[in-house]
């Protein structure tokens, strides 16, 4: 027994250990992944509680206080909730914390890129406090994650076309035939993607002999969206790239996809998993990584953008040389108490906030009310919407990124 106890004494030691020297082992640039790495360590959690947590929660006193007790998922669900609302609050505690940081001589940048045991810490206090948080929170924080699940869905739009509108003037900018050549074959290659692509969706979502009007309105409207690219793109007023306007139509064919995949099991029209009310675990894997790189990418593009995030000092931001050349010295204390961060650490952690309400709908139906879809991964007709009116309000604001500088010549876009 002795032994034993000594035996477990020096695994517990030898685990804290390695936990520090992990955590130790965090520098500036892999700051950004290790916040990515915890957001995905909540997504494991909520769906673990997802999955096991349920028996235990229909015995909390506090929880389960009603006449009848809820079915299964509800409590499926409201174990989901939970976490995510404590991701949430930590996400933007640290954004409000964060809020006017330009330079990394402020004790907050060592905030922002250390101190991980005492975060790691506080992350797990917060998740825990909320499974003692009455169900009425629980339920308004449903209702406003929708509408912070639709903000951060249109922050990555934002994201897309800062990319793409990077990407084209980048290539543009060698100025060379070899460029401009590639920029033919992505974008050649990017249309005929996407002209395959709803050739497949309405094979799938259209079957013969079933009235399937929304499906068809849904992508012979994106196919409109498509071809409206195009020709704005390439208007002589505009001048516009091609580039773009392909990988936007891509984009905007797969928001299609996504969502009419996401349409109820048994609805007659969804012929892409043959009505089947089951999926399997490997599906369920492949929908939950597929979240995670998502919301990830976005909170990492977040970080690097150069026209949205950049606080006023950071040398993103366009700041040019003074006006007096400074000489040497002076020059390197300069350098020395300035230090610009060259992202915003208050918008970086908003991200990951709205991120947590996204992945909470996801993994929740887009609603308490679950039934055979409670088991599926962003299934359900809340779902199909969100993904349609996405799609729609990414080619608005591509059409308006294309048509502002004309409409608006004095203003810079």
């Not at 006017?100 to 975060?119: A, E």
């Not at 922050?155 to 900018?173: A, E, S």
């Not at 299609?256 to 099991?265: K, T, V």
């Not at 879809?373 to 990414?394: F, N, Q, Y």
Request: glycine letters at 6%.
């Amino acid at each position: 027994m002795w032994a034993a106890s000594c035996l477990a004494s020096c695994c517990a030691a030898c685990a804290c250990d390695a936990c520090r020297t992990v955590v130790s082992g965090i520098s500036r640039r892999s700051a950004r992944i290790a916040y990515c790495g915890l957001f995905a360590l909540s997504l494991i959690v909520s769906w673990i509680l997802r999955e096991v947590a349920a028996p235990l929660m229909e015995k909390l006193p506090w929880i389960n206080h009603f006449h009848k007790t809820p079915n299964r998922e509800w409590f499926e669900t409201d174990a989901v909730l939970r976490v995510s609302l404590g991701n949430f609050l930590f996400f933007t505690i640290l954004s409000v914390l964060m809020i006017g940081v330009k330079n990394q001589r402020d004790p907050r940048d060592g905030l922002h890129h250390g101190g991980w045991m005492m975060k790691i810490i506080c992350w797990f206090i917060l998740v825990i406090l909320m499974f003692f948080v009455p169900n009425e929170i629980i339920s308004l924080y449903e209702s406003i994650s929708k509408f912070g699940s639709g903000l951060f869905l249109l922050v990555q739009v934002v994201l897309l076309l800062d990319f793409v509108h990077g990407w084209n003037d980048k290539w543009v900018g060698y100025d060379e035939q070899f460029w401009y050549v590639a920029l033919f074959v992505v974008s050649l290659v990017c249309y005929l993607a996407t002209f395959s692509f709803s050739g497949l969706l309405f094979h799938w979502f259209t079957p013969s002999g079933q009235d399937c009007g929304l499906n068809t309105f849904f992508i012979v409207m994106t196919l409109i969206l498509v071809i409206l690219f195009a020709i704005v793109a390439l208007h002589p007023a505009v001048g516009g790239s091609i580039l773009p306007a392909s990988v936007i139509s891509l984009y905007c064919m797969y928001l299609c996809y996504s969502g009419l995949a996401s349409e109820p099991r048994d609805y007659e029209c969804n012929g892409l998993h043959n009505h089947s009310k089951a999926i399997s675990t490997g599906t369920l894997t492949f929908g939950l990584l597929t979240t995670v790189l998502s919301v990830v990418y976005s909170a990492v593009r977040a970080g690097s953008s150069t026209t949205m995030l950049s606080p006023p000092s950071s040398p993103r931001a366009g700041t040019g040389k003074p006006l007096l050349p400074l000489d040497k010295a002076d020059e390197q204390e300069e350098k020395e108490k300035n230090k610009p961060v060259t992202y915003s650490y208050a918008f970086f952690h908003i991200i990951f906030s709205l991120a947590s309400m996204y992945s909470a709908m996801l993994l929740t139906g887009w609603s308490t009310s679950v039934g055979e879809s409670g088991k599926l991964v962003d299934v359900g007709w809340p779902s199909v919407w969100v993904r349609i009116v996405t799609a729609w309000a990414t080619a608005g604001l591509y059409i308006w990124s294309l048509l502002a500088p004309i409409l608006f010549p004095d203003r810079e876009f």
